[in-house]
């Protein structure tokens, strides 16, 4: 069964090569473009990727543009800056696949200094542990590897289109009773220079932008 991957990208040319070459078989790249102007379109197609050009911006905007653009039963997302290895997506998909499962993560497990930032871990924590209170759902992290069934997704009806995506997916979920489970994958360095969780700035965007989905929900 063919298992679409959604990339989220935005100046991702210095990663791309190594993510897309680590797709395992049966698993198609959907790389979501957001407005890169580093090359990373014609890298991705190089490398055998679907290109979807996402004119508005937001991590979220590149996420649920993949998302309609994707055609298989069960889609993953994951991050497009090397710090995620293709090669483990099989894990956080099986369970999806088995039917054990609907919405799976894949929970950071950093692999040497500088994978994740103590502020990015920190706010992490704040954000899984709010979900807990509010939903049961016990989860770790709000993991940027995940797995789920492509017209399950599109049925929650997302509408966040920036850092609060992912959180809106987890929250929305539990909401319809979808059962929610993590496991651990490993998370390197990224390539290149962070956008958001490198940063304290970007870390602190992304927790805002999940609070307003916290306080919405």
Known sequence: MLTDVILPCLNEAGALPWVLDRMPPGYRAIVAD?????????IAARHGAQVVHVPQRGFGAACHGGLLAATSELVCIMDADGSLDPADLPLVAEPVRSGSADLMLGARRPQGRGAWPLHAR???RAIAT???????????DLGPMR???????VGLGMSDRRFGYPLEMVVKAAADGWRIAELPV????????????GTVGGTLRTVRDMRKVLATA
């Not at 957001?34 to 014609?42: A, L």
């Not at 709010?130 to 770790?140: D, K």
Request: glycine residues 12%; without cysteine; charged residues 35%.
């Open 147 to 153: 797995a789920a069934r492509r017209a399950e997704l």
């Open 122 to 124: 920190l706010g992490n």
């Open 130 to 140: 709010a979900v807990r209170r509010r939903s049961g759902v016990r989860l770790h």
């Open 186 to 197: 490993p998370y390197r360095p990224r390539t290149g220079k962070s956008k958001v969780t």
């Open 34 to 42: 957001n407005g890169s102007d580093d090359g990373s379109p014609e």
